[in-house]
């Protein structure tokens, strides 16, 4: 139950559109109010001019009580809805994932910080150099999603809100579109009515293109240039295995499909003809199960990569399902992730990850130690806004889908072991 604040007779209340509203205690009338990203479910806590809110958008906001100005904000790892305490100029409060949080700032500097005992991370070192990027030539793309590279090194791209495949050369030149939308076999849906839009590739070892349909629950099954020739799944079929919230997909060298199946918080795995072999969610070895897979990597050691995005990690797996590890954590810091997404793996075994929420790509190596990172909001060539997939080619390039800017970033690393913080590996 939310509690309003109350202060100089004002009353400070929290609203399910996730507005806060300051209101005149004596008459009601608004004197302002302040959107967050998403509803907020806690009571907002006012202290020495300050209101402090937090949104389940994942931040604690502090707003200046007398003009709804924002001073800062701060990220944590899940919503709350629990109260606030604040003592001393420090905010404290529980989250959902079980984390404590104590948060100091400042309203000259605008910054906030977490007093948990953590050293402040060093300064991120550019760990990329921009090479090119795609946008679609004379027919530009409106969104993007998932991306793969053939054995020719030609680019396919998911232009979700088209329900088309997208190919272009190496150099960005666009070679061909293909895909009918629709729900039947052999079509294409990557979109709802309401906006939103997403879907994945990957090539397997014959050269065939496996299509993930994420609102459908569906695998289909391409030639290179469109031409249908299997699928399964089907969200209210027979044979619903896959629910209608799935994300990324990946082939192993034996022509294995993986899908990171969001809705049922597993991977699952498949024969090439679509047989189940296997689902895994991660409680064979991991302190904690999956929590919304988004994607999948296999790495040339046959394990593979899965980013577990409510909990703001990687999880690596050997061959069998078993949990090997997990890679980084709740973070903005070097090694540290916020809804992470994309992920690939380079010929000498580097994990890249799209780290979505801090717009940046992270690399990590083949035990887990931080290797750098790259990427800041905007819409400059470089810059993301909302990186989502990602591959890599053999010449170590970087193709990074950014589904803000609806284009695709291409990138050359600069990977040096001794640029980041301590790794963030851990058994």
Same mark, same amino acid.
């Given at each position: 139950?939310r509690?309003p604040a ?6 400070y209340s929290?609203?399910?559109d ?14 302002w109010?302040?959107?967050t990203?998403d509803?907020?479910h ?5 202290v020495?001019?300050v ?12 707003i200046?009580?007398?003009t709804?100005?924002e001073l800062?904000?701060?990220?944590i790892d899940?919503p ?13 409060l529980?989250t959902?994932?079980?984390s404590?949080?104590?948060i100091?700032g400042?309203e000259?500097?605008?910054t906030a910080s977490?007093?948990t005992?953590?050293a ?7 760990g990329?150099?921009f090479v ?9 793309m ?6 793969a ?8 791209v998911v232009?979700?809100?088209n ?9 960005g030149?666009?070679v061909s579109?293909?895909?009918?939308s629709g ?11 309401d ?8 090539f397997?070892?014959d050269?065939?293109?496996y299509?993930?349909?994420p609102?459908?629950?569906r695998?289909?099954h ?7 020739l299997?699928?399964?799944g ?9 629910s209608g919230?799935?994300?990324?997909i990946?082939?192993d060298a034996?022509?294995? #499909? /993986? !899908?990171?199946?969001?809705? *049922? @918080?597993? +991977?699952?795995v %498949?024969e090439?003809? $679509?047989a189940? &072999?296997a =689902?895994?969610d ?7 199960r ?9 790495a040339p050691?046959?394990? #593979? /990569? !899965?980013?577990?995005e409510? *909990? @703001?990690? +990687?999880v690596? %797996?050997?061959?069998? $399902?078993?949990? &090997?590890? =997990?890679?980084?954590?709740f973070?903005t810091?070097p090694g540290?992730l916020?809804?992470p ?6 010929a000498?075994?580097?994990? /890249? !990850?799209?780290?979505?929420d *801090?717009?940046?790509v992270e690399? %990590?190596?083949?035990? $887990?130690a ?13 810059q993301f ?13 970087v193709? !990074?889908s950014d589904?803000? *800017?609806?284009?695709i970033?291409? %990138?050359q690393p ?7 913080a301590?790794?963030e590996?851990?058994?």
């Open positions: 139950m509690v109350i202060g100089d007779g004002v009353v929290a609203s399910d996730g507005a806060i509203y300051a209101l005149n205690a004596a008459n009601g009338e608004e004197r109010h302040f959107a990203g509803v907020t806690a009571s907002p806590a006012l020495g001019g209101l402090y809110v937090p949104s389940d958008d994942r931040n604690v906001y502090a200046d009580a007398a709804g100005n800062w904000r701060f990220p899940s709350t809805d629990q109260s606030l305490v604040v003592a001393g100029g420090t905010v404290y529980g959902s994932l079980g404590v949080y104590a100091g400042s000259e500097a605008g977490a007093l005992g953590e402040t991370p060093a300064a991120s070192v550019p990329a150099t090119r990027e795609f946008a679609g030539g004379a027919e530009p409106t969104g993007v999603s998932g991306v590279l053939d054995a020719s090194g030609k680019l396919y232009d979700p809100l329900d088309q495949i997208r190919v272009f050369s190496p150099d030149t666009p579109t293909w895909g009918e729900t039947g076999p052999g079509q294409l849906l990557f979109h709802k009515p906006g939103s839009f997403h879907g994945d590739i990957a397997a070892p050269g065939s293109l299509v993930g349909l609102f459908e629950g695998i289909e391409f030639t290179p240039d469109g031409a249908y299997d699928g399964w089907g969200e209210d079929g027979d044979d619903a295995v896959l919230d799935m994300a990324g990946a082939v034996e022509g294995r #499909v /993986y !899908v990171a199946d969001s809705g *049922n @918080h597993q +991977v699952q %498949f090439p003809d $679509g189940l &072999i =689902t895994w991660g409680s064979t070895g991991a302190a904690t999956l929590a919304r897979p988004n994607d999948v990597a296999i050691d046959a394990s #593979v /990569y !899965v980013s577990d409510d *909990n @703001h990690r +990687v690596h %797996f050997d061959a069998n $399902g078993d949990v &090997i590890n =997990t890679v980084g954590r973070g810091g540290q916020i809804l997404w994309g992920l690939a793996v380079d000498a075994g580097n994990l /890249y !990850v799209a780290d979505y *801090n717009n940046r690399v %990590f190596a083949p035990d $887990g931080f290797l750098t990172e790259w990427g800041e909001e905007g819409s400059a060539p470089g806004s909302g990186p989502i997939y990602l591959t890599v080619n053999d010449a170590g390039e193709f !990074v589904e803000g *800017n609806n284009l970033h291409v %990138f600069t990977l040096n072991a001794s640029a980041g301590t790794p590996a851990t058994p």
